[in-house]
């Protein structure tokens, strides 16, 4: 995933940073969301429940985006399309770690120390030119 930005208009939401869509920024939250609940590990197994029940359009919850902020929906999101393009990316930038003995997903900082690593990385760069 590339993360393309704009310093001079960043966004206040790290979610609009990291993902192009609205509908992808909404599943993201919410899975979040729905980790955080959990002490911020999940089995295999309810992380495939979580990608079913919004396959199925039978995820609910109470959004924060316009226009249906404070509303109670019911959210619909391919399987397929949620492992691809919101967790696949996730896991692949640090936000969640993913558990091979334990086959567990957790939240993880490792997103910002990462930022930190390519910030030296530039700074590295510049250094090959004196600057």
Same mark, same amino acid.
């Given at each position: #995933?590339?993360?393309?930005?704009?310093? @001079?208009?960043? &966004? $206040?939401?790290?979610?609009?940073?990291?993902? %192009? *869509? %609205? =509908?992808?920024?909404?599943?993201? +939250?919410?899975?979040? +969301?729905?980790?955080?609940?959990?002490?911020? /590990?999940? %089995? +295999? *197994?309810?992380? !495939?429940?979580?990608? *079913?029940?919004?396959?199925?359009?039978?995820? $609910?919850c109470?959004?924060d $985006?316009p &226009? @249906?902020?404070?509303?109670?929906?019911?959210? !619909?999101?391919?399987?397929? =399309?949620?492992?691809?393009r919101?967790? *696949? &990316? #996730?896991?692949? #930038?640090?936000?969640?770690?993913y558990?091979? @003995?334990?086959?567990?997903?957790?939240? !993880?900082?490792?997103?910002?120390? /990462?930022?930190?690593?390519?910030? $030296?990385?530039?700074? +590295?760069?510049? =250094?090959?030119?004196n600057?």
């Amino acid at each position: #995933m590339v993360i393309l930005y704009d310093r @001079y208009n960043l &966004p $206040e939401d790290v979610y609009e940073i990291i993902f %192009s *869509t %609205s =509908q992808q920024i909404i599943v993201a +939250k919410e899975l979040i +969301k729905y980790m955080a609940k959990k002490k911020g /590990e999940i %089995s +295999k *197994t309810e992380m !495939s429940d979580f990608a *079913t029940r919004l396959h199925d359009g039978n995820y $609910e919850c109470v959004l924060d $985006e316009p &226009p @249906y902020k404070g509303k109670r929906v019911k959210l !619909s999101y391919n399987k397929r =399309q949620f492992y691809d393009r919101i967790l *696949t &990316p #996730m896991k692949a #930038m640090g936000l969640i770690d993913y558990d091979l @003995y334990k086959k567990t997903y957790k939240l !993880s900082a490792k997103f910002a120390l /990462e930022m930190v690593q390519i910030g $030296e990385k530039w700074k +590295k760069e510049l =250094q090959k030119f004196n600057l």
